[in-house]
């Protein structure tokens, strides 16, 4: 069982920036993929980003060059600098974690990212 709470979103101006954290407990994440989806009202809940267990890192088309996804096993974190946000980033974000891609996982229960002027 991982219990994941994500926080740092917020209101921010076009081309601004965020970093979003999800703290886990209950077990480590060093032996999962830990993933940051979003979902804009309307929309399906999409990947944003992935970090796998060894570090190795994907992104979404629409966020790669703006946003890093990172890890400290250590600590049990996961965070997302978002940088070069735009209106279209606003959206919730939630943190997962699996143990293999097949599986459902763990939720967080999402931080609000809005990017307006």
């Known amino acids: 069982q991982v219990h994941l709470v994500e926080s740092g979103g917020g209101l921010v101006q076009p081309g601004g920036s965020l970093r979003l954290s999800c703290a886990a407990s209950g077990s480590t994440i060093r032996d999962y993929i830990m993933d940051w989806y979003r979902q804009a009202p309307g929309n399906q809940r999409g990947l944003v980003a992935r970090?796998?267990?060894?570090?190795?890192?994907n992104y979404a088309d629409s966020v790669k060059g703006r946003f890093t996804i990172s890890r400290d096993n250590a600590n049990n974190m996961l965070y997302l600098q978002m940088d070069s946000l735009k209106p279209e980033d606003t959206a919730v974000y939630l943190c997962?974690?699996?143990?293999?891609?097949?599986?459902?996982?763990?939720w967080g229960q999402g931080t609000q990212v809005t990017v307006s002027s």
């Open positions: 997962n974690a699996r143990r293999s891609i097949g599986l459902a996982g763990y």
């Open positions: 970090i796998t267990t060894g570090g190795m890192t």
